[in-house]
C-alpha cells in the first residue's frame, strides 16, 4: 500500500513538473512596431517568434479561449472594431478587426499548445 502510493506520488510530481516546463519549438525574436505598442499579452509564458511591421506571430502557454479573448480585449482597447462574426473552428478562430479604413486579421490555432497570427492588410 505504501509504495503504491509513493508511485502515485511520483508520478504526479512529474506529471506536474512536465506540465510546468513548456518549451515551444520556436525561437524567440524581439517584437517589433506597430505590435510593441499595443500592449499585446505577450510578456508572460509566451514566445514572439516572428515580428515585421504586418504580421506578428506568437505561441502561448494558455488555452485557445484564454488567449483568444486576452488579444480581442488588447486589440479593441487600441481601438479597433470586429468586423465580421468570428469564425470559430475546431482548431483555429479567425476574427477580422477594421481601425480608420485599415483591416487586421487575428488568427488563434493549435500550436505549441496555442499560437497567435495577428496580420495586418
Same mark, same amino acid.
Given at each position: /500500500?505504501? =509504495?503504491?502510493?509513493?508511485?502515485?506520488?511520483?508520478?504526479?510530481?512529474?506529471?506536474?513538473? /512536465?506540465? @510546468?516546463?513548456?518549451?515551444? %519549438?520556436?525561437?524567440?525574436?524581439?517584437?517589433?512596431?506597430?505590435?510593441?505598442?499595443?500592449?499585446?499579452? $505577450? =510578456?508572460? &509564458?509566451? $514566445?514572439?517568434? @516572428? %515580428?515585421?511591421?504586418?504580421?506578428?506571430?506568437?505561441?502561448?502557454? @494558455?488555452?485557445?479561449? +484564454?488567449?483568444?479573448?486576452?488579444?480581442?480585449?488588447?486589440? *479593441?482597447?487600441?481601438?479597433?472594431?470586429?468586423?465580421?462574426?468570428?469564425?470559430?473552428?475546431?482548431? %483555429?478562430?479567425?476574427?477580422?478587426? +477594421?481601425? @480608420?479604413?485599415? =483591416? /487586421?486579421?487575428? *488568427? $488563434?490555432?493549435?500550436? &505549441? &499548445?496555442?499560437? $497567435?497570427?495577428? *496580420?495586418? *492588410?
Amino acid at each position: /500500500m505504501k =509504495k503504491t502510493f509513493v508511485a502515485f506520488a511520483a508520478l504526479a510530481m512529474l506529471t506536474l513538473a /512536465m506540465a @510546468a516546463c513548456w518549451n515551444p %519549438s520556436v525561437t524567440a525574436v524581439p517584437i517589433t512596431a506597430p505590435w510593441d505598442k499595443m500592449d499585446l499579452p $505577450v =510578456k508572460d &509564458n509566451a $514566445v514572439v517568434w @516572428a %515580428s515585421d511591421a504586418k504580421k506578428l506571430k506568437v505561441a502561448l502557454k @494558455a488555452g485557445k479561449a +484564454e488567449v483568444g479573448e486576452a488579444f480581442m480585449k488588447a486589440i *479593441e482597447k487600441n481601438g479597433w472594431k470586429m468586423s465580421a462574426a468570428p469564425d470559430l473552428r475546431d482548431t %483555429s478562430h479567425f476574427f477580422e478587426f +477594421e481601425k @480608420a479604413g485599415q =483591416k /487586421m486579421k487575428l *488568427e $488563434v490555432y493549435d500550436f &505549441n &499548445n496555442t499560437g $497567435v497570427i495577428l *496580420e495586418l *492588410e
